[in-house]
């Protein structure tokens, strides 16, 4: 058991917000934990309240960007408690990415004291359902040195934040978006880490993500970086698609992210009876099932999103493909109300995947 030094007094619950009209991630709750790496071990886990960091300019993090993430949310339960989803797999993915990225890892239990005693210090601020407190893990390498190594100083922090829907559609089904094709851009490649959640794979894509929003597209589809033809994900989600009846989905790989949706919905979707396939699938071979009917609902999927449906996808030539006939489609609604209602308790939960933290 991580031992915690608490030095905050617990936030009062703020009455009368509806839950579907707070801005995701955008203010943080009161207090954060912290704790400090240096000569080679993890010391003073704290809670305190929430104050800038003095970072030398030199500081690793600001030049080498070493710096990894996590993402998973604390749901209010219909007794008034507060449970986490599937948190020990954000763990070991944490684990995974800090070892990528060459930054001592978290233990996975460590990893979830921490969570569970900051969510369980900020409850009286979790927003009823639709709405949840954001969780979000970092760790920043903060040795002062422009000297092209790893920090041999550390800062692992949790934020978390009382938050409403991501696209705007929480209470309302699982909501619909358009997607840009970036075939000048990619994400990830072989030997690269497109599979851990290292900040740097983000910075490098918000140039197209900003090109994305200015034509009405909330996420990019990457694809494949040596062909360009073979579907990945997009910057911050997993992609499913419905064809003819089935799910299918990119195989995991180096350049894909493992995300905890993901395979919640893939699990989901075995439940309802319907068939998975995790195979290559191609831009062409997507285009081609969407103009001749097979592909009939394509879905984004991940913490902040759950499943939403996707309406069209634009390429950079300014072409436009819908997706399907009604968007979300009745199989994206179908994999949303039964996440989200084992999420929130509110429906059983025959897989243990809820957490419950106080
Ligand atoms: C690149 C990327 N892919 C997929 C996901 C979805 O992962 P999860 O379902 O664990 O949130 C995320 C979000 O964390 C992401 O950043």
């Known amino acids: 058991m991580l031992e915690i030094r608490n030095l905050t007094t617990e936030p009062e619950a703020t009455e009368g917000v509806d839950p579907r009209t707070i801005e995701f991630g955008r203010d943080n709750s009161p207090n954060f934990f912290v704790m400090d790496y240096s000569d080679g071990q993890w010391r003073n886990a704290r809670i305190e309240p929430v104050q800038p960091f003095v970072l030398h300019p030199a500081a690793n993090v600001l030049h080498y960007a070493q710096t990894i993430f996590e993402g998973l949310k604390a749901y209010r339960q219909p007794s008034g408690s507060i449970a ?3 948190p020990n797999l954000n763990a070991a993915r944490f684990h995974r990415s800090a070892r990528r990225m060459s930054i001592p890892a978290v233990e996975e239990g460590a990893f979830l004291d921490a969570v569970s005693a900051l969510v369980t210090n900020e409850r009286n601020l979790v927003p009823p359902e639709p709405g949840c407190l954001y969780v979000r893990p970092s760790i920043i390498g903060v040795e002062p040195s ?3 190594k790893s920090s041999n100083a550390f800062t692992f922090f949790i934020l978390t934040y009382p938050s409403g829907p991501y696209f705007g559609h929480a209470g309302e089904g699982a909501g619909s978006i358009d997607v840009l094709v970036s075939t000048s851009v990619t994400r990830a490649c ?3 880490m497109g599979n851990v959640k290292a900040g740097a794979n983000y910075a490098g894509t918000l140039a197209i993500l900003e090109r994305a929003k200015e034509l009405g597209c909330a996420q990019v589809l990457f694809l494949d970086a040596v062909g360009h033809r073979g579907v990945e994900e997009m910057g911050g989600m ?13 195989p995991l ?12 919905v893939l699990a989901i979707a075995e ?4 068939g998975v396939e995790e195979e290559f699938i191609s831009i062409d071979e997507l285009v081609a ?8 609902e394509a ?3 991940g913490t902040a999103a759950v499943t939403t449906g996707i309406k069209t996808f634009r390429f950079e030539d300014g072409s436009v493909v819908p997706v399907g006939t009604v968007c979300p489609g009745p199989v994206t609604s179908q994999l949303y109300e039964r996440l989200v209602g084992i999420q929130y308790g509110l429906l059983p939960d025959p897989h243990g995947w809820v957490h419950p933290v106080v």
């Open 238 to 250: 997993n992609l499913i698609f419905l064809q003819n009846g089935a799910l299918r989905t990119p």
């Open 253 to 264: 790989s180096e350049t894909i992210l493992d995300g905890v949706t993901r395979d919640s």
């Open 190 to 192: 072989q030997g690269g």
């Open 84 to 86: 986490l989803f599937r």
């Open 271 to 274: 439940d309802f009876g319907l």
């Open 289 to 296: 099932g969407l103009r001749d009917g097979s592909v009939t």
């Open 146 to 148: 422009v000297g092209l």
């Open 299 to 301: 879905i984004a999927c």
